[in-house]
């Protein structure tokens, strides 16, 4: 029998002011707060690592394992952070949620934070999302003054601050150190490790850093139990997750699904490809997981699965390109943004995805050089398991993936250039006539 | 407002010690909201970001003073505060036009159809990356992945959603800008505010905007929608109760349970095979889906 959709924490996303404290409460918001504070804390961690929910901002690490991993209580202060700073290119899931219903993340905070003896909880909101944190301000503000936030927590005693922080523009910020880092005032850039962060985060505390989505996801597993969850999804991989579907599909969008669904059962949902086109490569996970292709289609989309088939589940962000497009081009796009983006700190990331760049532009522009793909794949090993964080690795995974599956428009690129290949109006979701010619636009 | 009337303090030249401060009621007032900034965390340096973005509001950009202000509140010195300010794009180091204009050309943006914007708006504006109009109104950049891929190509002004763009949509939207025409984003405000009231939220302080505009966007929606054509939901809570006892019989598998229609199909080995799939030592052996 086919998969089929399971929304959850988007079940209610079309209600009138979703994002209201009011409509939230209307559809069952905040019992499940009420119910955790009622247990144990230790048995609301127990109920989450029995649910099986794994980190939905890419690493897929079990959420409740990593909250007890933190340093026992030693008396000092102890922090939930939640990373919103949604960059991974592809990844869409977490910025409509907030706008859509912030109160689910302030729940699933409250219940964290009561989970792990946390009294001051921060989210790590990127700043270039400024709807989403107005709504995240305005939640945390209501729920402030309907008693779910601040001291006494609805009369149980207990206490919780919860900081709303907004970045400025960074990457890196993602990845969950240099999050820390800039969380303290400094350049974002990623941290030794170890300590970890449950050893030694912020402010050198005891610290757990959860994605949007994962946190916002615990709610419904202390209402529903463990067992409701785990209903859904795979053995390994349980629970229902965002899939954001985008580029050249009928109906692009986001799909909430129990893991281990398709992109083939994703397609029919979502109308297909468009049409008169084939699907060509797409990722499973964002820019940083290694591209599939149509040969994929029936991979179930859970962590196991996307990982024996040489990917990675990551964000579940499916980015769908059709056969118009020049995967020199897309892989091109890719590595400016992470050369861009990488933080400095260590060579092979920052010196690496420079030459990456340097390399793929002159393929792209049909000026290749003899052995040019050869000198990609070796900048990549040295950049992949040698830079300080995932950030370099991610990098590398567009450029060895395309060449495996697509070797031949890389050797196209020695000597011609990919918009004489693939003109790019033919990918284009409108019509237009470029203003350079393919011919001449040589060099980019 | 044009970059002329940004009230910016004259440059710095050789030999001084810094560009003018502010004036004493301005200092107060700007004092006033760092001291709540500062309050929101355990350890006061955290508050640098949120102190840039109310430098920006003040100035437009992350103007000498303004980086002394800020050091002068942390206790921190200038270089400090500079070398932080200099890691962050949305930081800028000179003035920024009243809306700053980003046009997404990552990998599927780009391919969709945002170089093509790019193209068109860098040609219509006659501007660069990071450059500013004339009359000061639009700072046009190239951004990367905004998190609206499902609404691709995406623009971006002031950092709200311009979905679903084209060349003619995008340059009707900075020709409307200059003529001082509200600019109504997708998802967002009714409309777009300047760039230093938009710096003052991201500072923390918000402007009672956040009820304005739509909940979600049509793709945003679509999963929904196509779950409630087909009448597909998640299990309902209760549904873990019930399957403790006997399945109902004489009737489809409730949703949730064993051969229901939200059971997944055995699809990888480790849904059927033990030895493949250990399960966390902390669950029971007899746990399985549906139970």
């Known amino acids: ?444 | 407002m044009s970059a002329d009337d940004l009230g910016q303090p004259v440059g710095r030249s050789l030999g001084q010690v810094h560009a003018a401060g502010y004036d004493e009621a301005t200092r107060q007032r700007l004092a006033t909201d760092a001291a709540s900034i500062l309050a929101r965390y355990p350890k006061e340096r955290s508050a640098l970001l949120p102190l840039l973005h109310l430098v920006q509001s003040e100035d437009g950009y992350v103007s000498p003073r303004g980086i002394a202000f800020a050091a002068q509140m942390l206790g921190l010195t200038t270089a400090e505060v500079s070398a932080v300010a200099t890691f962050y794009t949305q930081f800028k180091r000179h003035p920024n036009g009243t809306y700053t204009v980003g046009v997404c050309t990552t990998a599927l943006c780009a391919i969709m159809g945002g170089d093509a914007i790019w193209e068109e708006l860098t040609a219509h504006l006659g501007i660069d990356h990071d450059e500013t109009t004339d009359d000061g109104v639009i700072t046009l950049e190239r951004v990367e992945c905004n998190a609206a891929c499902d609404y691709a190509p995406v623009v971006m002004v002031n950092w709200e959603f311009f979905d679903n763009q084209t060349p003619d949509s995008a340059t009707a939207l900075v020709d409307g800008l200059r003529a001082g025409k509200p600019a109504v984003p997708t998802r967002g405000a009714a409309a777009v505010v300047p760039f230093r009231e938009m710096s003052r939220v991201l500072a923390g302080f918000p402007d009672g905007r956040a009820d304005e505009g739509v909940g979600a966007g049509p793709a945003t929606l679509v999963g929904l929608d196509a779950a409630r054509r087909h009448g597909w939901t998640a299990p309902p809570f209760h549904a873990a109760d019930a399957a403790a006892d006997a399945p109902p019989t004489g009737s489809a598998p409730e949703t949730g349970t064993p051969g229901s229609s939200a059971q997944r199909p055995v699809t990888t080995p480790s849904d059927s095979d033990p030895a493949v799939a250990k399960p966390p030592a902390s669950k029971p052996e007899t746990q399985q889906k549906g139970s």
């Open chain 1, 1 to 444: 029998m086919a998969t089929t959709l399971t929304p959850v924490l988007s079940a209610h996303w079309d209600a009138d002011h979703s994002w209201s404290l009011s409509s939230y409460e209307a559809t069952g918001g905040y019992t499940a707060l009420r119910k955790a504070l009622t247990m144990a804390p230790a048995d609301v961690v127990t109920t989450v690592k029995d649910s099986g929910l794994r980190g939905r901002g890419g690493a897929g690490f079990p959420t409740g394992m990593k909250w007890s991993f933190l340093s026992p209580p030693d008396g000092g202060p102890r922090y939930l952070v939640v990373n919103a700073d949604e960059s991974e290119p592809g990844t869409c899931k977490d910025v409509p949620l907030l706008l859509a219903n912030p109160h689910a993340l302030v729940e699933g905070m409250a219940i964290t934070a009561f989970a792990i003896g946390c009294h001051h909880a921060f989210v790590y909101i990127r700043g270039e999302v400024l709807h989403a944190t107005r709504r995240l301000q305005q939640a945390v503000a209501e729920a402030y003054a309907a008693g779910y936030l601040g001291s006494n927590v609805l009369g149980t005693g207990f206490d919780l601050e919860l900081t709303v922080h907004v970045g400025a523009g960074a990457y890196i910020c993602g990845e969950e150190t240099a999050l820390l880092d800039s969380l303290e005032g400094l350049r974002g850039q990623p941290r030794l490790k170890p300590p970890f962060p449950a050893a030694a985060g912020l402010y050198a505390r005891p610290t757990t850093v959860n994605n949007v989505e994962t946190i916002a996801s615990v709610p419904g597993i202390v209402l529903g139990g463990a067992s409701w969850f785990t209903s859904m999804g795979t053995e390994r991989s349980a629970g229902h997750g965002l899939f954001s579907l985008s580029g050249h599909v009928a109906r692009p969008g986001q799909y909430e699904a129990p893991l281990g669904i398709t992109l083939r059962e994703l397609l029919d949902m979502a109308g297909g490809i468009r049409p008169g086109h084939q699907l060509k490569f797409w990722t499973p996970g964002g820019s940083s997981t290694p591209l599939f292709t149509a040969e994929h289609l029936d991979v179930p989309l859970d962590y196991e699965s996307v990982g024996k088939a040489g990917s990675m589940l990551g964000t579940r962000a499916l980015q769908i390109f059709d056969d118009s497009v020049s995967v020199v081009r897309a892989v091109t796009r890719w590595l400016e943004f992470y050369k861009h983006e990488s933080c400095g700190k260590c060579t092979p990331c920052r010196e690496g995805t420079y030459w990456l760049v340097a390399v793929l532009k002159r393929l792209e522009a049909g000026q290749g050089a003899p052995g040019d793909i050869d000198l990609l794949l070796d900048v990549c090993s040295n950049i992949l398991g040698r830079a300080f964080c995932a950030l370099g690795d991610g990098a590398t995974s567009p450029v060895t993936s395309a060449v495996k599956y697509f070797r031949e428009e890389f050797e196209a690129g020695m000597h011609t250039p990919a918009d004489v290949l693939f003109p790019p109006e033919k990918s284009s979701l409108f019509a237009y006539t470029p203003r350079r010619s393919a011919q001449l636009a040589g060099v980019h």
